[in-house]
């Protein structure tokens, strides 16, 4: 039972050019919304996040967007940079403190120069 | 910036040995989590611990596994007795608490079982 999925397991893109990576989730009681980015042999490092309330937010060359009437996520990198290769994965909690994050399978950016 | 550690990096086991993977977590945080990612798979949960016990664990949690905060800093994941299956990157996690806040994770230890 995927909860959070994400259905592209690669994407590449060309150095400069914006970068967007999907996410979908089922489960109506998730209402945090995080991105994670991992490189091999490392743990995932916290990039953004959205609560609920909010249908973007943004950081720098990181803006996450919240659709939640199509339970979707995206997160754009504008420009995306060779340092932005990765595998970017997505996280959903169900809100009150100490949820366990639900993970999808992630998706491996490669930002070519 | 503060981070979350954990030892060994690397630990090879014999299958039904008990090993113990240690984590140190952010200081000021005070609930705690155990993830782990088998090669090639997604992240996934499987326990969290707040106040000296768990509040929740997933189905992978079975009673091979245990967890303990035995002093004011160190987290442990005890697995009783090893087997192949449980060959992953065990990741510690931590977070301050409150609705809305990343958990900030730790850089794994990855568990081999022969």
């Known amino acids: 039972d995927q909860q959070v999925k994400q259905n592209s397991p690669s994407l590449s893109v060309q150095e400069g050019r914006i970068s967007i990576l999907n996410c979908d989730y089922t489960?109506?009681?998730?209402?945090?919304f995080l991105w994670y980015k991992k490189y091999p042999a490392e743990g995932p490092t916290f990039l953004i996040s959205?609560?609920?309330?909010?249908d973007k937010n943004e950081d720098g060359r990181f803006t996450v967007f919240l659709n939640k009437s199509a339970k979707h996520l995206s997160l754009h990198i504008v420009p995306s940079q060779p340092g932005d290769s990765a595998v970017y994965f997505c996280?959903?909690?169900?809100?009150?403190?100490?949820?366990?994050?639900?993970f999808g399978k992630g998706t491996r950016l490669s930002v070519i120069a | 910036e503060p981070e979350v550690t954990q030892t060994p990096s690397h630990q090879v086991t014999q299958m039904g040995q008990e090993v113990i993977l240690r984590c140190v977590p952010i200081?000021?945080?005070?609930?705690f989590y155990w993830y782990r990612q088998i090669l090639g798979q997604k992240v996934e949960f499987l326990v969290s611990?707040?106040?000296?016990?768990?509040?929740?664990k997933s189905e992978i949690f079975d009673d091979q596994f245990s967890v303990e905060r035995p002093d004011g800093s160190n987290f442990t994941l005890k697995i009783r007795s090893t087997k192949l299956e449980d060959s992953a990157m065990y990741f510690c996690?931590?977070?301050?608490?409150?609705?809305?806040?990343?958990?900030?994770f730790g850089p794994g230890t990855r568990l081999t079982v022969l």
């Open positions: 996690a931590s977070t301050p608490g409150g609705r809305y806040n990343e958990q900030f």
């Open positions: 200081s000021n945080h005070l609930y």
């Open positions: 611990f707040y106040n000296n016990e768990i509040s929740e």
């Open positions: 996280a959903a909690s169900a809100g009150f403190a100490n949820t366990p994050l639900v």
């Open positions: 959205i609560s609920s309330i909010k």
């Open positions: 489960n109506s009681m998730f209402d945090y």
